[in-house]
């Protein structure tokens, strides 16, 4: 991977654990739903998750204690809710990647070839 297909294989995976927030879910929770329903290594997520909570110490003390009051989501509606990020998630990816080609293998960039 060169540097910036890193970079937005980074920021897709910072995406998707703020979506992972937006639907309560605790580090290990995100680390399997990512690896499960994205194929993203766990230690990836880890990784990246570590570094968002070195960024925003504040908001995941806050996580933290609101996560502990609040019931957990059922392992049924994570994966529905995985399911429904991923697939949102891809579609805006694949808008965002628009390239030269016409779907049948023909290059499009170059005209003189």
């Given at each position: 991977m060169g540097d910036s297909s890193s970079a937005s294989y980074i920021h897709m995976v910072h995406h998707l654990i703020e979506k992972c927030l937006i639907f309560r879910m605790s580090k290990e929770?995100?680390?399997?739903?990512?690896?499960?329903?994205?194929?993203?290594?766990?230690?990836?997520?880890?990784?990246?998750?570590?570094?968002?909570?070195k960024e925003n110490k504040e908001f995941f003390e806050e996580y933290?204690?609101?996560?502990?009051k609040d019931d957990r989501m059922s392992e049924e509606e994570t994966s529905r809710m995985i399911?429904?990020?991923?697939?949102?998630?891809?579609?805006?990816?694949?808008?965002?990647?628009?390239?030269?080609?016409?779907?049948n293998g023909n290059d499009h960039s170059n005209p003189n070839v």
């Open positions: 929770e995100c680390m399997e739903a990512l690896s499960k329903h994205a194929d993203i290594k766990p230690v990836i997520t880890s990784t990246v998750w570590d570094e968002l909570e933290a204690q609101f996560r502990s399911q429904k990020i991923i697939s949102s998630s891809g579609s805006a990816s694949q808008d965002s990647h628009h390239d030269d080609d016409d779907g």
